[in-house]
């Protein structure tokens, strides 16, 4: 296809999440991604060893250049973008909160995909939010941006349910590959004039936040029901992680599932399940406000996860413990 048919794209974007949508810009025919913009290079791991970001390390296979500012903001990059001359800019998991000087410069429109069906889990962790609060769908919106928190005007939406055991790292996955497609969709349709925005619904009752996670949203209150403690679980499943301390130590769920029993159990207190119809399935269960919860991997602090029943075997004395801060 002529460049001439091309639109110019500037994408803004840094983690995984971002990834399919670049990628499938880069291979449509009728786009030209013209530049990326992506968070610096950050130290993580347990060596915190400088990491490429996944929306870097594509834009550097497929050829596209790349600028890195600590504050897209800056002048510098700012005068970058506005050289790259984009039909659309396309913000997908940016990280950074944009001023409306850089949403004025595409030709067309500034685009963000966004990862719930706003207005609801507007913010920065929309998919653990739609998990943790019991959502049965959940799904992707592209908008036009604003200088608001995730206020623009609607443009398409897809919804997916979330499956029982769904954890966040499951949906994101899914989410991510349906951002992409109806990201595709959106711009070409708003090429030719197929859609039009609309006003995100006012009702307060309809608007929700998501504010962003911090890594000691993972603790474990016993005294919530088994079914609120496994949506927490799978919410912040890989992060931020969930955790309990027992005798002085954080000790991670990493993974388990509810149970709709009464043991009569206060919330935290281990028990074994021997002698109970419980036994055959599972090796210990901890109650919470209402009915149990039996974890099926934990990880004490400095060692590998196990499963539950080896987690006995080697700390039998945990049966009886007390879990909390």
Do not use: C
């Not at 955790?243 to 509810?258: D, E, M, S, V």
């Amino acid at each position: 296809m002529s460049g001439e048919t091309q639109s110019r794209v500037v994408f803004l974007g840094t983690p995984d999440f971002a990834v399919p949508a670049l990628d499938t810009l880069i291979q449509a025919a009728d786009f030209e991604v013209v530049g990326v913009v992506t968070q610096p290079d950050r130290p993580a791991g347990r060596g915190q060893a400088v990491q490429i970001g996944p929306v870097k390390a594509l834009a550097g296979r497929a050829g596209v250049p790349v600028i890195q500012p600590e504050k897209v903001r800056e002048e510098a990059a700012m005068a970058q973008i506005r050289a790259w001359a984009p039909d659309f800019l396309v913000v997908v998991a940016f990280g950074q909160i944009l001023r409306q000087d850089l949403l004025d410069v595409p030709r067309m429109a500034p685009i963000n995909v966004h990862a719930s069906l706003l207005p609801r889990w507007r913010g920065a962790a929309p998919i653990q939010a739609a998990i943790r609060a019991g959502d049965i769908y959940t799904g992707v919106t592209t908008m036009i941006m604003d200088a608001g928190l995730d206020t623009g005007p609607i443009l398409l939406q897809d919804s997916i349910p979330i499956a029982p055991q769904e954890t966040a790292e499951s949906l994101h996955d899914k989410l991510a590959a349906l951002g992409a497609n109806l990201l595709i969709h959106t711009l070409r349709w708003l090429r030719t004039g197929s859609i039009a925005p609309h006003p995100q619904p006012s009702d307060e009752r309809l608007i929700t936040y998501a504010p962003q996670l911090k890594k000691e949203d993972g603790a474990i209150d016993w005294a919530q029901s088994a079914s609120e403690i496994d949506r927490h679980v799978r919410a912040f499943t890989p992060w931020p992680g969930t955790y309990t301390f027992w005798n002085g130590q954080r000790l991670k769920i990493i993974a388990g599932r509810p149970l709709p029993v009464e043991l009569r159990l206060e919330p935290g207190e281990v028990a074994a399940t021997h002698g109970t119809e419980l036994a055959t399935s599972v090796p210990l269960v901890i109650g919470t406000g209402r009915h149990v919860y039996t974890p099926t991997q934990l990880q004490l602090a400095g060692r590998q996860p196990v499963g539950a029943a080896d987690f006995l075997n080697g700390m039998p004395e945990f049966i009886g413990a007390r879990l909390g801060s």
